[in-house]
């Protein structure tokens, strides 16, 4: 994969998984939402499909790192 094209992919990965923040939000707020809209599996999330498919880059310092964090946060969304 070039960097150029792993690059724009986090990025779309990130904005996605911040919208799946802002929804998790909505829903602590008491706001209903299909249970479609925020995926509860770290799997099943387009930051977490794309992190799982990039293979070639668990070599890059931190990105091992963010699996953890990832991990619990969608923890945490099963609590709520």
């Known amino acids: 994969m070039?960097?150029?094209?792993a690059i724009n992919e986090l990025r779309s990965a990130r904005r996605a998984h911040l919208s799946w923040v802002m929804k998790a939000n909505a829903l602590i707020q008491g706001?209903?939402?299909?249970?479609?809209?925020?995926p509860v599996l770290s799997t099943d999330c387009k930051f977490g499909k794309w992190y799982n498919s990039a293979t070639d880059m668990q070599t890059i310092s931190g990105f091992v790192e963010i699996y953890d964090?990832?991990?619990?946060?969608h923890k945490i969304y099963q609590e709520i």
């Open 2 to 5: 070039k960097k150029l094209d």
């Open 31 to 38: 706001i209903p939402l299909d249970k479609d809209q925020v």
């Open 69 to 73: 964090p990832h991990e619990q946060l």
